[in-house]
């Protein structure tokens, strides 16, 4: 109980009275009392906490009740007695998320929210897995049919691919080299889902291994993932070129310049996040909690006692300036391959339209370009649906840490899975649609179930 004000920042300051938890040693004169509000409510009163004070009329007053587990809610009853009234209002103050820790040192969130964010009051810490929440279950469910799906996208990429005639020019070399990439993505955003709940779900960690998490895994998980945009818009720029040269494209040129792309881009790419391994840092705070011991002194056989439960979470200590930069940054490695994969698209059917519109003058150039564009839709429609694939990406990236994620943990889950599904779309969106890479894909499928047939016993 508080005079005039609570800060939860300083919980000692304007202090009047407190109680310890599951306090049983009740007084005579408080069992009479507990008696009586029996009697007016008809129902039965349990008291764990009293608390006695000596209380001054027309002054403030502040009551601070809590539970023993956190984000645990239930009724409860008050009861109080003396020899004036006492009148009761509801204090309502807006949760914010935006700090993290306990009293003593708090961190202050600023930008972006995270799976760590997102999970962080969802895993029951120390209890098996079995016993979780019907939300950290089914996000595990779902992050197995994502890295089996995913697993048999990049597996069947990079089978197509290792074929030498398709890597003769420079898209061939890009899509074997995006195949890997999908596969690096998907295992990382595995182990990203796993590390955070198992980090979350025991209460000692080595900080050591906190850090891998922190400088290895996020920043090589956003690596791939701009990686993969970028070689797909390399994909596309290279089709371009082969259009507007024609039989003039130089094959050798093509493979030459590809692995030195490939060879640049991971540079490049790490050069614009360069800042967040070096921002990261292990945040480290305690929360006491109450925890019950057999006690064979007591009435009943059990008693509480007082733990600190340390906690551990990666934290990323952004200026504005810094904050600015990675917004440019995100924008940048998201809409710039989308704009490069869209306008190359374009060129593609209205150079090709131009060319057939000269040869044949029967035909007007609108019905050219009508025909290119249903030949080649599949140029418009994919980059299209992996910029709305990407998009919840962006808005988790800028979306106000002071987010209360508990309230809307499904919602939040779905954007974060969504983002990560590119990456498993590369057999989709170039395998299939292209009669060249569909055969190859088949002839290398049966070669290698006749190797295995072959096999000695």
């Known amino acids: 109980m508080y005079e005039n004000n609570f800060d939860p920042l300083h919980p ?6 407190e109680s310890s938890p599951f306090n049983y040693m009740i007084s005579e004169e408080i069992k009479a009392d507990i008696g009586l509000f029996e009697s007016i409510l008809d129902l039965p009163v349990a008291f764990s906490f ?6 001054e009329v027309n002054r403030k007053y502040i009551l601070l009740v809590t539970t023993l587990e956190p984000n645990v809610r239930g009724s409860f009853t008050i009861g109080i007695g003396g020899p004036s009234n006492v009148t009761f209002n509801k204090i309502v103050k807006k949760h914010s998320s935006c700090v993290v820790g306990d009293s003593c040192g708090p961190y202050q969130k600023t930008i972006g929210l995270t799976i760590n964010d997102i999970l962080r009051n969802q895993v029951q810490r120390n209890t098996s897995f079995r016993k979780q929440s019907s939300l950290i279950q089914g996000a595990a469910g779902i992050t197995m049919i994502m890295f089996f ?8 990429s990079l089978v197509t691919f290792q074929n030498k005639e398709l890597r003769k020019v420079g898209c061939g070399i890009y899509l074997l080299a995006s195949s890997i990439t999908s596969l690096l993505t998907i295992t990382l955003f595995t182990i990203k889902f796993w590390f955070v709940v198992l980090i979350q779900l025991y209460s000692t960690v080595n900080s050591v291994i906190l850090r891998v998490d922190c400088v290895f895994i996020g ?3 956003k690596l791939c993932l701009y990686l993969d945009s970028w070689l797909n818009a ?9 259009v507007s040269e024609g039989v003039k494209f130089d094959k050798n040129m093509s493979t030459r310049m590809a692995r030195r792309m490939i060879f640049i881009l991971p540079i490049l790419i790490f050069g614009t996040l360069i800042h967040e391994p070096i921002k990261h840092d292990v945040f480290k705070y305690t929360i006491p909690k109450y925890r019950s011991v057999n006690n064979n002194s007591t009435k009943n056989g059990s008693s509480f006692d007082l733990i600190q ?3 551990a979470m990666c934290i990323i200590q952004y200026s504005h300036s810094l904050q600015n930069y990675n917004t440019f940054i995100l924008f940048f490695h998201l809409l710039l391959p989308f704009v490069t994969n869209l306008c190359s698209a374009l060129f593609i059917i209205f150079g090709t339209a131009r060319l057939r519109s000269g040869a044949k003058k029967n035909q007007t150039f609108k019905a050219h370009i009508i025909k290119q564009m249903k030949e080649h839709k599949q140029l418009l429609i994919s980059p299209v649906i992996l910029l709305i694939l990407a998009m919840p990406r962006l808005i ?5 840490g002071c987010v209360d994620s508990s309230r809307n943990s499904w919602l939040y889950l779905c954007g974060y899975f969504i983002s990560y599904t590119p990456p498993m779309l590369i057999f989709v969106v170039f395998i299939l649609p292209s009669e060249l890479y569909t055969k190859t894909f088949k002839e290398e499928i049966v070669q290698w179930l006749q190797r295995i047939r072959r096999r000695p016993a």
């Open 12 to 17: 000692m300051k304007n202090l009047l009275a």
């Open 50 to 55: 009293q608390l006695l004070s000596y209380l």
């Open 149 to 156: 799906i995913g697993f048999i996208n990049g597996l069947f």
């Open 219 to 221: 920043p090589a998980l």
């Open 234 to 242: 390399c994909v596309a720029i290279e089709r371009t070129v082969n």
């Open 309 to 311: 439960e340390h906690h």
């Open 396 to 400: 988790l990236s800028l979306i106000s």
